[in-house]
């Protein structure tokens, strides 16, 4: 498997209120020299997180002990500025599993479904909500449930329901990069190749 299955996760949120978050606020440029996808979340919004003399900003999200989670909660127009992949591996690594928001730039939005992280689109009205929840319990958790594709406020039982590709629904709940879905029509790839002969 690429990457671990993803059908239910209901876990505690990191809010992070922001719009037009970008690819280089999410992992800046530096740090973009590796190939693989390990050690990513060291960086994740690195210059958001550090002082310039590597200690810890306290008023970041990610420094607060107060949030953890796998899931992250995100302002609109999450994962604008340029392609990098190593933005979602950033994510991936660092722990995440899911990101929230009311709008992601399409980029973004494929490789986090290429490497296991799933990117669910809200309404406005509904990603205040779960900021709310949030704010009004830090451990506030949140259902997201891929095969009925629908996200609920467990605290509330509010929910709303999301889109997804069925493609990138089937691998993301098997754990499937494009190559193991190909890897998993072996089967039927070679009883094709018979009728060719």
């Known amino acids: 498997m690429a990457y671990d299955s993803f059908k239910i996760l209901t876990s505690s949120c990191v809010p992070l209120p922001l719009e037009n978050v970008d690819t280089d ?54 994962g604008s500025g ?9 994510i991936y690594d660092y722990g995440f599993r ?46 997201v449930d891929l095969p009925s594709q629908k996200v609920t406020i467990s605290a509330t039982g509010e929910s709303e329901s999301f889109d997804i590709n069925g493609y990138k629904k089937h691998n993301m709940t098997n754990g499937f990069d494009d190559i193991d879905y190909l890897q998993s029509l072996k089967a039927e790839i070679g009883e094709f190749e018979k009728t060719r002969i």
Do not use: M
């Open 25 to 78: 606020q999410i992992i800046p440029a530096r740090f973009l020299k590796a190939t693989k996808r390990e050690g990513f979340g060291d960086n994740l919004f690195r210059d958001w997180r550090y002082n310039g003399d590597e200690t810890p900003k306290a008023d970041f999200v990610l420094n607060n002990p107060t949030y953890s989670g796998k899931i992250l909660v995100a302002g609109r127009n999450f």
């Open 82 to 90: 340029s392609s990098r992949e190593h933005a979602a591996w950033a």
């Open 98 to 143: 899911c990101v929230i928001s009311s709008f992601f730039a399409d980029i973004f939005k494929g490789n986090s479904l290429n490497i296991g992280i799933l990117p669910v689109t809200v309404s406005p009205e509904f990603l205040d909500k779960i900021f709310t929840a949030i704010e009004n319990d830090p451990k506030a958790e949140v259902k």
